[in-house]
């Protein structure tokens, strides 16, 4: 079975430019989380989906939203970009998103802000 | 709000000895999970072990074992005989069916390095 991809793998945009990123989780999967990684902040939740809700959001403004398609493939969507948006974007998967099943994590989209 | 706290940012090890991460946490509920994940250079999380808050025997998975203090909001990693390819960023997790939807809350990450 293939894991949790996410494309792009590297991204470079500028402030005030917008940038979707992709995550297509485990066949079977309804459940899609996205999580922001930084140096100073750590990992952070952004948002879950659950069949094509979105069904819990961390504390990001705004301009952090998602999106779930009916194949459970997950878009984010980053607008008016900050140069403290610059952080590895993390997806993870899994059936249901209860605690019952694990996540899998994805290899994460790079994306810098200049 | 629930915290996990890493105090340890960097360790180190020597090759087939034994190295313990710290990890604590806070909460006021009774239901929840404990995880270990470990992000190689790499990047890719992989879980290493978890542990149901419920359950009184710690968890162990090969090499590696926990040591979950409850009433100490403590659950330590300890990793036996470490290898080279134990050498990563690992990170403590909680999670709980709260009202705020089983989302994990991450400590800031022990960096080991093993040495050969």
């Known amino acids: 079975k293939a894991g949790v991809t996410q494309t792009p793998r590297y991204l470079i945009k500028t402030r005030g430019q917008q940038v979707t990123l992709s995550c297509s989780p485990i066949?079977?999967?309804?459940?899609v989380s996205w999580y922001q990684q930084t140096p100073g902040q750590g990992l952070q939740f952004l948002f879950e989906?659950?069949?094509?809700?979105?069904?819990n959001k961390g504390n990001f403004p705004g301009r952090f939203s998602g999106r779930q398609f009916s194949n459970s493939r997950s878009e984010m969507n980053v607008s008016t970009l900050e140069l403290g948006d610059s952080a590895l974007y993390l997806c993870?998967?899994?059936?249901?998103?209860?605690?019952?099943?694990?996540?899998?994590f994805g290899p994460g989209t790079r994306l810098t802000v200049l | 709000a629930q915290t996990v706290t890493q105090s340890q940012p960097e360790m180190s090890v020597q090759e087939a000895e034994t190295v313990t991460l710290s990890c604590t946490y806070d909460?006021?509920?009774?239901?929840?999970?404990l995880f270990w994940y470990k992000q190689p250079p790499s990047r890719q999380m992989i879980l290493v072990i978890r542990?149901?808050?419920?359950?009184?025997q710690n968890a162990t998975e090969n090499r590696f074992s926990v040591n979950f203090q409850k009433a100490a909001k403590s659950f330590s990693l300890k990793i036996s005989d470490s290898q080279l390819g134990d050498a990563a960023m690992y990170f403590c997790?909680?999670?709980?069916?709260?009202?705020?939807?089983?989302?994990?809350?991450f400590g800031t990450g022990t960096s080991l390095t093993v040495i050969p």
């Open positions: 993870a998967s899994s059936l249901d998103g209860t605690l019952y099943n694990e996540q899998f």
């Open positions: 066949s079977g999967h309804r459940s």
């Open positions: 989906y659950f069949s094509e809700t979105q069904r």
């Open positions: 909460t006021s509920e009774s239901d929840y999970y």
């Open positions: 542990q149901e808050a419920y359950k009184q």
């Open positions: 997790a909680y999670r709980s069916p709260s009202i705020s939807g089983n989302q994990f809350y």
